[in-house]
């Protein structure tokens, strides 16, 4: 009896544990980052964009064009960000069936990681069009800045410029 106790609440222990887990896994971290100078609200692309055009001293062309990249590479990156959100949620109803299947669940961390490529993809491609508007000057300066430029996220992620 004290043995089949235990590992109940082992048991109990063990789904509480996983149930938390992928809770915390489900939250979206593309909400997460730095905030604005005065602690309020996310840095987002808007401010990215005032903050670049300050530093790198950019030009009214340099700032239209650099808006435009933010804007459609965010709308390339929205069908990512929901299928993300979607694999988080299929995860969380595997953790949280009575009998666990690996195989299930390795295929859906398995898709997600696939999304997280495709969107480190994305966000690279954004940063070289962005990175070669830019003045030789502007790049080195960039270069240099890069830091102040990116941003970084809760756990030490670059959101980018």
């Known amino acids: 009896m004290n043995r ?4 109940a609440v082992l048991f109990i222990m063990l789904a509480i544990g996983g149930a938390l887990y992928t ?9 997460e980052g730095p905030t604005t100078a005065d602690g309020q609200g996310q840095v987002g692309p808007q401010h990215r964009l005032e903050l670049m055009a300050e530093v790198l001293d950019l030009t009214d062309d340099q700032q239209a064009q650099i808006k435009e990249i933010f804007d459609s590479e965010r709308e390339a990156m929205g069908p990512y960000l929901e299928q993300l ?22 295929a859906l961390a398995t898709r997600q990681a696939e999304i997280k490529v495709e969107l480190t993809v994305a966000k690279a491609r954004a940063k070289n069009k962005i990175f070669v508007l830019l003045t030789p000057e502007q ?6 800045l890069r830091h102040l430029l990116e941003g970084h996220g809760k756990r030490g992620h670059h959101r980018g410029f």
């Open 139 to 144: 790049q080195e300066k960039a270069k240099k």
């Open 4 to 7: 089949k106790f235990i590992s």
């Open 85 to 106: 959100k979607q694999g988080r949620e299929a995860i969380n109803e595997a953790v949280c069936n009575p009998t666990f299947d690996e195989v299930q669940v390795r």
């Open 23 to 31: 809770q915390a896994l489900a939250q979206p971290r593309f909400q």
